[in-house]
């Protein structure tokens, strides 16, 4: 039970981002000799990081009973959705949440809050699972590679490659990012390889990434076959988080050849961003969506995120 007991009581929600949040809340109002006084609700859509009333006070001598709150994000971005009750200005969390895409938060008098998760739309924009799996990478389509040269993808020197692992489903500690090596490159081994997360799944277009975590020491020339950074980066990926992997190679004289990926169709599962300063001293990476390619050839490298 809710009640908002005088004039200067109402319920607020706190929302942290963007997104696009419907709520509506069902109450009743009582006098002040225990009698019914009326019922009604009140709805708000609310599209911005800002407070906004969402139950107004009662009035008079009226009680107003909360029988039921739903706050459903229906929108595109994660939102942190804080319901707060404020008597006069001092303000007291009743509960906080982050909802996903398609989450709905609900309160319902006799029960209490609760979260209805959107499973169906996790399932779709993700392939990271929960239990025991080791490796997590693209749901895109990997170019077999019958002839190293011709099929494969020829790295671009300086230019961030951005492959979308997916929505983690619970929390993972993630040891490496690793790609196949087909043609051996040559000079000075510069690049770096990192893990990044963005506000939201593919959404068909370019995304502003934020670096969770980045190393320049790896092996990206000397050998065929898996390359990978040569320490784990033992860096704790939290559920919910829309994880990133990214490489970026600049070896001073030839470009090494990757198995890589294609047909994203323009969804944004793959970025790019030519020129990129080196992972390891950037905090945000805006990338750029892949042209759907008329092709079948690799369009980007297959960046695989391991946790051994």
């Known amino acids: 039970m809710i ?78 959705c804080t319901i707060q009750y404020n008597a006069n200005a001092t303000l007291y969390e009743l509960h906080k949440q982050t909802l996903q895409p398609g989450d709905l ?16 739309a996790s399932r779709l924009v993700t392939n990271v699972e929960t239990g025991s799996q080791r490796i997590f990478r693209s749901m895109l389509a990997a170019r077999p590679v019958a002839t190293a040269g011709t099929e494969d993808l020829l790295n671009v020197s300086g230019t961030a490659y951005c492959v979308y692992i997916g929505r983690v489903a619970q929390a993972i500690t993630v040891a490496f990012v690793e790609f196949l090596i087909t043609v051996v490159g040559a000079g000075t081994n510069t690049g770096e390889v990192g893990l990044f997360s963005s506000p939201g799944p593919p959404n068909k277009t370019a995304q502003t990434l934020t670096k969770i975590a980045a190393t320049g020491t790896i092996n990206v020339m000397t ?72 092709t079948t050839l690799a369009v980007c490298p297959d960046l695989r995120v391991t946790m051994d």
């Open 3 to 80: 009640l908002l007991a005088a004039t200067t009581d109402k319920l607020q929600v706190v929302t942290s981002a963007a997104s696009n949040i419907d709520l509506h809340v069902s109450y009743a109002d009582y006098s002040a000799t225990f009698t019914m006084a009326g019922l009604g609700r009140q709805n708000t859509n609310v599209q911005t990081a800002t407070t906004t009333d969402i139950l107004a006070a009662p009035s008079g001598t009226n009680v107003r009973n909360v029988k039921q709150i739903t706050c459903r994000n229906k929108g595109t971005l994660p939102c942190d």
């Open 105 to 120: 938060l609900e309160f319902v008098e006799g029960v209490g809050f609760f979260v209805v998760t959107n499973i169906t």
């Open 223 to 294: 050998a065929l076959g898996v390359c990978r950074n040569t320490s784990s980066l033992a860096q704790v990926v939290p559920a919910g988080t829309f994880l990133w992997a990214v490489c970026r190679l600049a070896p001073t004289t030839t470009q090494p050849r990757m198995a890589g990926l294609y047909a994203d169709f323009g969804q944004g599962h793959i970025q790019t961003l030519a020129g990129a300063s080196a992972l390891t001293g950037i905090t945000t990476l805006a990338s750029t969506i892949l042209a759907t390619a008329a």
